[in-house]
């Protein structure tokens, strides 16, 4: 079995900021991509960044600039720091693991966090 449990979720201010942490029960080196996805309700779910095994990252261009994605490979835990916050990040945010299995990719997901922007 593959959990990852999401923390750091919460209410912020907007400008402000907020850290979110993935745990991993497995190697997060199983997965050869590390995201964080984010939902508001009634919408769909949306790719928020990326980190690859490699280390190298990718964002939504909406948040360019003011969140940083990053792994410990130790620990086994994947971040996203959020800053300037904006009331449009309002959701409940997902981490997601990807892994090749059987040729397939496989996803896993955590049961997301609230993170609330007051404007």
């Known amino acids: 079995q593959v959990y990852l449990v999401e923390s750091g979720g919460g209410l912020v201010q907007s400008g402000g900021s907020l850290r979110l942490s993935c745990a991993a029960s497995?190697?997060?080196?199983?997965?050869?991509?590390m995201n964080w996805y984010r939902q508001v309700p009634g919408e769909q779910r949306e790719w928020v960044a990326g980190?690859?095994?490699?280390?190298?990252?990718m964002y939504y261009d909406s948040v360019k600039g003011r969140f940083t994605i990053s792994k410990d490979n130790v620990k086994n835990t994947v971040d996203l720091q959020m800053d300037s916050l904006k009331p449009d990040d309002t959701a409940v945010y997902y981490c997601?693991?990807?892994?090749?299995?059987?040729?397939?990719?496989?996803?896993?997901w955590g049961q997301g966090t609230q993170v609330t922007v007051s404007s």
């Open positions: 997601n693991g990807k892994m090749n299995v059987d040729t397939r990719t496989r996803d896993y």
């Open positions: 497995r190697s997060i080196k199983s997965f050869y991509m």
């Open positions: 980190i690859f095994t490699d280390d190298s990252k």
